[in-house]
């Protein structure tokens, strides 16, 4: 079995580990919760500092065009395009998730009045299913089918709108994107991705594996910061005929004409709803730039190893948690999830002790491996701590049955 020594000289030897200083990590923690939000890149609070101080108390309004405002969106979005297999001009950054997973659907399923129904599995991320409905509950027309992830691609059809999160949120198995594209469109359908738990945590390459829409979280493991803008991927064979629901200003192919009536803007700039969040899309550009001084093969590479050796050191030292990620690597993302009855307590006994991960419904604990700043050694030392909470039954406290609010 693996040692803390064999860890550390891991790390020593990595690669990445360099990255690691980059970030400003609180000693004495362990954070494997990168995956819900990405640890603070040092860069970000200077460049921030420099945004609010000169770009917006020198600059004012000029800013817009001196200090590269106006473009930022595209810009971002050019970036976050290479670490996802994209063309530069197919991504935008803009929104949340949720917003932008209903410009999409609502695109699609106005493009097309064949297309009625939105598929997706149970159990995927909540605002998945719940935008879905939502477009469902106003259009008499739409539907939302569930189906097994099994039996989706088979459940598919003309008709069809596919809806999938690519890493679970939960569990953490992966779908293999080109074989689901692949079958879906060969009976007719279109997948929308969310790609919220994969960008920045494993390898992608969205032309190559005949991805058509995707969108994608700005805050998790790209490190934008709290309610960072996410972005949306339309192939660019594709822009032409989707229209955004949201047809704001900025969206407008002039909009600096200030025109009565909407026209469209040409490519995916018609996706921007209106004026762009800049301190966030500052924020935002700090962690995407670290993650582009590497490379996302090596990343991916690291997040599967470090995910091995917890799962490993569990196995060892942990009786009574049940592991719900997949121990394949090919069909997992970058976390390690385990069921035990009393989760919601051992993470907050855990969490007491110096290693953050969270907790999801229904009893799971789950623990994100960040490969950016993430270490052997860290996840060494976390088997250990939960060991230590399980053995001696640490978590059977008043102090950590409470529920919080935000987690
Ligand atoms: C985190 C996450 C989101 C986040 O959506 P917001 O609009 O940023 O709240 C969406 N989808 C999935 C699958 C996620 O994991």
């Known amino acids: 079995m693996t040692t803390l020594a064999e860890c550390e000289a891991r790390d020593a030897a990595d690669p990445l580990a360099r990255i690691r200083q980059r970030f400003a990590l609180p000693d004495g923690v362990i954070y494997l919760d990168g995956n819900s939000l990405g640890a603070l890149p040092r860069a970000a609070a200077s460049h921030l500092a420099r945004v609010v101080e000169a770009e917006w108390g020198e600059g004012l309004v000029r800013s817009w065009n001196t200090a590269g405002w106006y473009d930022a969106p595209r810009r971002v979005g050019a970036k976050i395009a290479r670490l996802i297999g994209a063309h530069d001009d197919e991504v935008l950054v803009a929104d949340s998730t949720s917003v932008n997973l209903y410009k999409l659907l609502r695109a699609v399923l106005s493009a097309d009045s064949a297309r009625h129904t939105i598929l997706t599995e149970p159990g995927n991320f909540p605002t998945d299913l719940h935008i879905a409905q939502g477009i469902a509950a106003v259009d008499p027309r739409v539907r939302v089918q569930l189906a097994p992830r099994e039996a989706i691609a088979d459940a598919a059809g003309p008709g069809t709108i596919v809806l999938l999160t690519h890493v679970h949120y939960r569990t953490c198995d992966k779908y293999d994107m080109a074989a689901v594209n692949r079958a879906v469109k060969a009976r007719g359908g279109i997948v929308v991705w969310d790609l919220s738990h994969s960008v920045g945590a494993v390898a992608l390459d969205l032309a190559a594996d005949g991805a058509e829409l995707a969108v994608g979280c700005g805050y998790k493991y790209l490190s934008g910061g709290p309610g960072a803008p996410a972005f949306l991927y339309v192939a660019r064979h594709l822009q032409a005929r989707l229209h955004s629901p949201v047809t704001g200003w900025l969206g407008h192919a002039a909009p600096f004409a200030f025109a009565d009536d909407y026209v469209a803007a040409p490519g995916i700039d018609r996706f921007q709803s209106g004026t762009p969040p800049i301190l966030g899309l500052a924020a935002l550009e700090c962690g995407v730039d670290l993650m582009l001084e590497t490379d996302m093969a090596l990343l991916a590479a690291k997040g599967q190893a470090l995910c091995d050796l917890f799962i490993e050191q569990v196995d060892a030292r942990c009786p009574g948690l049940e592991l719900v990620t997949p121990r394949d690597r090919r069909v997992r993302g970058s976390h390690v999830s385990y069921r035990h009855p009393h989760a919601y307590a051992v993470m907050q006994a855990l969490i007491a002790r110096g290693v953050i991960g969270d907790f999801r419904e229904p009893?799971?604990?789950?623990?994100?491996?960040?490969?950016?700043?993430?270490?052997?050694?860290?996840?060494?030392?976390?088997?250990?701590a939960l060991a230590q909470v399980l053995a001696t039954q640490a978590w059977d406290d008043p102090r950590f049955a409470e529920r919080a609010r935000v987690t």
């Open 363 to 384: 009893a799971v604990i789950r623990f994100g491996f960040a490969p950016l700043y993430t270490g052997f050694a860290d996840a060494w030392r976390a088997v250990e």
